[in-house]
């Protein structure tokens, strides 16, 4: 398997930044993906790396380090919408592998 | 963007009857699509890909012969869980991929939440 593994819940205030990581071991892959999910919807894409270091979109950024098999998910100025799940996912030879995913509160 | 539809978006079914759930792509044709399943509170787990006119590929420990996948054109895959228990009570989505797309992302549909009694 991948042992993809991201911490199960986490808690920040509106306004603020927070990190989401995502540990993972596997001998290699094409790409590494992240993605939100509002409970009882699909996920939406968000950001992916392929080589290593940081992409930037808007409010969110992701980094890679593929030789210390890690990767982030930053979220900046935190809004109460995105309070959801951010899933981190492993691509590798047309399929993707999901991590259990990281379950974001955002307070006021 | 890419849309990915799918029907219904929930079903209630009595055990032992099957349920087919359709994905189409609207907007784009997919070359390759995949199904999930997702339990209460865990993450997507990859069921089968599917390519457009060739037998799906199933994931180890899925029954290909409860969980049959076509996909007959570009634009639409069906999955039909056959004699369906309740232990099969689950989010099922799927997601497609564009064909001649420059990134290897995939496009989710909304998901199917199929309830057996």
């Known amino acids: 398997g991948q042992n993809i593994d991201q911490p199960t819940e986490m808690t920040a205030t509106e306004g603020a930044i927070v990190q989401i990581n995502c540990t993972y071991q596997t001998s290699g892959f094409n790409g590494l993906f992240w993605y939100q999910q509002h409970a009882g919807e699909a996920p939406t894409f968000l950001s992916y790396?392929?080589?290593?270091g940081l992409e930037e979109k808007g409010r969110f950024s992701s980094f890679l380090s593929r030789s210390k098999g890690y990767s982030y998910l930053l979220l900046k100025e935190l809004q109460m919408k995105d309070s959801a799940s951010y899933l981190c996912a492993l691509y590798n030879f047309n399929k993707f592998y999901f991590g259990s995913g990281t379950k974001l509160n955002v307070k006021p | 963007g890419a849309v990915v539809s799918q029907h219904p978006s929930w079903v209630i079914c009595k055990s032992g009857t099957s349920v087919k759930i359709e994905c189409r792509s609207l907007?784009?044709?997919?070359?390759?699509m995949f199904w999930y399943r997702q339990f209460p509170k865990q993450s997507l787990m990859l069921m089968a890909t599917s390519n457009e006119g060739s037998k799906a590929t199933y994931e180890q420990g899925v029954e290909k012969d409860k969980f049959l996948i076509n996909h007959a054109s570009l634009t639409l895959s069906t999955l039909t869980v056959t004699s369906a228990h309740p232990e099969d009570s689950s989010f099922y989505i799927c997601?497609?991929?564009?064909?001649?797309?420059?990134?290897?992302?995939?496009?989710f549909g909304p998901g199917t939440r199929l309830t057996v009694l």
């Open positions: 907007d784009f044709q997919a070359t390759t």
């Open positions: 997601s497609a991929r564009s064909r001649g797309s420059s990134t290897d992302t995939q496009y």
């Open positions: 790396n392929v080589l290593d």
